[in-house]
Each structure stands twice: as C-alpha cells, then as structure tokens.
C-alpha cells in the first residue's frame, strides 16, 4: 500500500515535471518552428508535385505553386518564358486493331500520325530485310539490336517507302531510344511484352494500326520573378533554381534552395531592403542553366553593372557545414560572417550566367548527398534550410549596406 502510494507520487511528480517542461519548450520554440514549418512545407509542395523536369506540366504547375506564395507575401510577379531544344514525348501511341498500346517517341522523332497495315520486317532491319517484305506505305514493326542503331533501322524503312517505324525492345520492359537526328518518319518503341506478341501477329494476320508520335522538340521554361510594385531596378538578385531533373523529385535539388529564395522574400516583405531586392526562382538549371542564362541575356547592361550582387542557392537542405563561394567583393563578406569561404569544385549552378556578365555572385550550398539526382531526393531538414535563411540575412544586409554600388 504504501509502497503504490509513493509509486503513484513519483508518477504524477514526473508528469508534471514532463508537462511544465513540455510547454516550457512549446512556448520557446514556436516562433523558430512556425517559421521552420513555412520552409519545410514549401519544400512538400514542391516534392508532392513530383520531378519537375524544365518544360513539363509538373514544372508549370511548380511555377504556379511559387507565383501564388509571392502574391501571398506582397510581391508582384513576372513570368519570363524562354524556349530552347528540348526533345519531350508528349504521349505517343499506338492503336492496333482497335486496342491502345503504349509506344515511347524515339528521342528526336518527328511528330505525326500515320495509319496502315503492319508490317513485320525480319530479323533486325538491315537494308536486304526491308527486300524481303513490302512495306510501302505501311508502319513497318522491327526487333531491336543485331548490332544495328536505331538510325539505322529506320534510314532502311523509310528508303523502303514506310509511313513510321516501331522498334521492339529486346530486354524487358521499354527504352527511351535516342537519335542524333531529326528521324524521317515517325519512330517508337514498344515493350518487349507487348511488341514481341504484335510481331508475331503482324507475320500471320492483317493488322491495321494507327501510330501516334506526338513529339515536343522544344521546351517552354518559366522564370518566377517576383518583386515589390515598381521596383524596376533592384541592387541584389536573390535566386534558385525549381526545375529538377527528370525522375527525381529534387527536394534538396532544388526545392531547399527555392524554399529559403521564398522564405527570404517572406520575411523582408514589410522591411525598406526588400525595396531593393528581385527575388527569382530560374527554371531550366538542370538542362545547363537555360533560365539565368535567359534572364542575363535579356537584362540591359545598365541593369547588370548596377546590381550589387546575385546570391544564389542551390542544395542547401542536406549536410550541416553551410558552404559560400563567392566572386569580386562577396568572398570578403562572405567570410566576415560564415568563416572561411570553400571553391565549389562540385557543380556549377545560375549564379555563373551572372558572374559571366561581371555581376559579384555569392553561391550558397551544402554539397551533394547520396539522392543526388535521383529518384530518392525526397528529404531536406527543415533546421539546415531555417539556419541558411539566417545567414542569408545577415549577408543581405551586409551587402546592402555598402555605402557605393561597385
Ligand atoms: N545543384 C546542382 C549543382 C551542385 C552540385 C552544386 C553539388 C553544388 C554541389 C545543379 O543542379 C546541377 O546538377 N548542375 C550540373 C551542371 C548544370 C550546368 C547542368 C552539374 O553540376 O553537373
Ligand atoms: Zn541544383
């Protein structure tokens, strides 16, 4: 009895203390995590919109994900489109014998429906196959490999007068086959499951089919720039690129650095710098900087010589060491308030189209992490992403506070 009496006490003794010093921690750390939590849900949104891959719809629907939070916190936004080659498979198909069959756009197909009966070429393609067989003014269905390109397969088939080309994969599954050149008639994979079977059946039976090459040689990027009303010429571009690479979801590359570019624009939204600042979240990183390259090329030289500085942040939500390079007058800054400055020898990212134009550029990151580029780039921590928005900061007002422009 009383041994449970003394229990109990210690029990509800300890909860108190539990409890007192859980609202203790609550009460101190909200302010942090409400902030945390608007970078961190940033990146969510960007990662649940899957890869965003320059030119696609994920990408579009990213860029309106980032227009809305802009207006949210007071900017006025600008889209800047640019176009550049970029082969996109915008959904091929083929209908055979009524039924919808999936079929990959070789890269750099030519677009086009064509319709005709199949034709099973023999062995793997070569010129003397095409003799064996008729397949003028029909779609011509052809096994891959036997040490013949793709190129090659359909160079033969349209010489032999086919309206398009089907290759079937020989390893399991489809492949995104690629060629050099613009193909002349349209060309698609098929997967070995399904191609092999439409083969067969093309050497037996009269099939008619439709193919479908819908192929995109070009790319549509988007630029976010956002602003306070009528700033025309700002004295600092803060930057980062959403676009990520086909397949990954690019939470560290680059929905980390888009998040701080935000959260900077956020919380200086009310302060007299933000009237000095363009904040810009670049598209069409991955596919060589196509974005900033973009915006330097179309910015006047004027507004170029009278920016202070570009800062750049590219892969900041992974490994705890927050590194800086910086170009002219930034290293100095730079190392007065994060220590040594590091040289990137690990990748290059937009803020080289402004050091290309003389611009003094600062370049935040944290080096590369196992999910680089791949489908696993999922995670960032939400403390690296809060402790790269303070130093940016206090780099910003550093920077601004610089009596002359250079
Ligand atoms: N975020 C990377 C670059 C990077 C990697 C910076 C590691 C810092 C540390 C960027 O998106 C990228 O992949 N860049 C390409 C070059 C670009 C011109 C296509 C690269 O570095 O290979
Ligand atoms: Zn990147």
């Not at 891959?53 to 802009?70: D, F, H, K, P, V």
């Amino acid at each position: 009895m009383f041994y449970w009496l003394h229990r109990t006490r210690r029990v509800v003794r300890a909860w108190h203390t539990w409890l007192g010093g859980a609202i203790a921690l609550c009460l101190i750390t909200t302010h942090a995590l409400v902030a945390a939590d608007l970078l961190y849900a940033d990146v969510q949104a960007l990662v649940k919109i899957g890869a965003r891959a320059a030119g696609s719809s994920r990408a579009e629907q990213a860029s309106e994900y980032l227009i809305t939070e802009y207006r949210k916190a007071g900017y006025q936004v600008e889209i800047q489109t640019f176009t550049y080659p970029k082969f996109a498979d915008a959904g091929s198909s083929l209908i055979a014998d009524g039924k919808t069959i999936g079929a990959w756009a070789l890269v750099r197909s030519v677009a086009g429906n064509v319709t005709g009966q199949l034709v099973a070429v023999p062995n793997f393609g070569r010129a003397e196959d095409f003799k064996a067989v008729n397949v003028r003014n029909r779609i011509a269905i052809v096994q891959r490999g036997g040490n013949l390109q793709f190129a090659e397969k359909i160079e033969n088939a349209a010489a032999a007068g086919a309206r398009g080309i089907l290759i079937v994969n020989n390893q399991p599954g489809n492949t995104r086959g690629m060629l050099l050149k613009a193909s002349a008639i349209p060309a698609a994979s098929l997967s070995q499951e399904v191609g092999t079977s439409l083969l067969q059946q093309a050497q037996g039976t009269s099939i008619l089919a439709t193919l479908r090459v819908k192929a995109q040689p070009n790319a549509i990027g988007r630029n976010v720039i956002a602003h306070l009303p009528d700033i025309k010429q700002p004295q600092l571009i803060i930057g980062g690129h959403y676009d990520s690479v086909e397949y990954s979801p690019g939470a560290n590359d680059n929905a980390s650095g888009t998040a701080v570019v935000l959260g900077l624009a956020r919380s200086l939204s009310k302060s007299p710098q933000a009237r000095q600042i363009w904040f810009v979240s670049f598209d069409g990183e991955e596919d060589g900087l196509k974005g900033s390259e973009a915006f330097v090329d179309r910015a006047t030289s004027q507004f170029l010589a009278r920016l202070k500085a570009m800062l750049n942040f590219d892969m900041v939500g992974i490994n705890d060491r927050l590194l800086l390079e910086g170009s002219g007058a930034m290293s100095a800054i730079a190392s007065s308030i994060n220590g040594p400055v590091s040289s990137n020898q690990l990748g290059g990212s937009d803020h080289l189209s402004f050091k290309a134009k003389n611009v003094p550029t600062l370049f935040f990151f944290r080096g590369k992490d196992p999910n680089y580029h791949s489908p696993g780039d999922t995670l960032v921590e939400p403390r690296l992403l809060r402790e790269t928005q303070a130093t940016a900061l206090k780099i910003t007002s550093t920077i601004l506070n610089q009596a002359s422009p250079r």
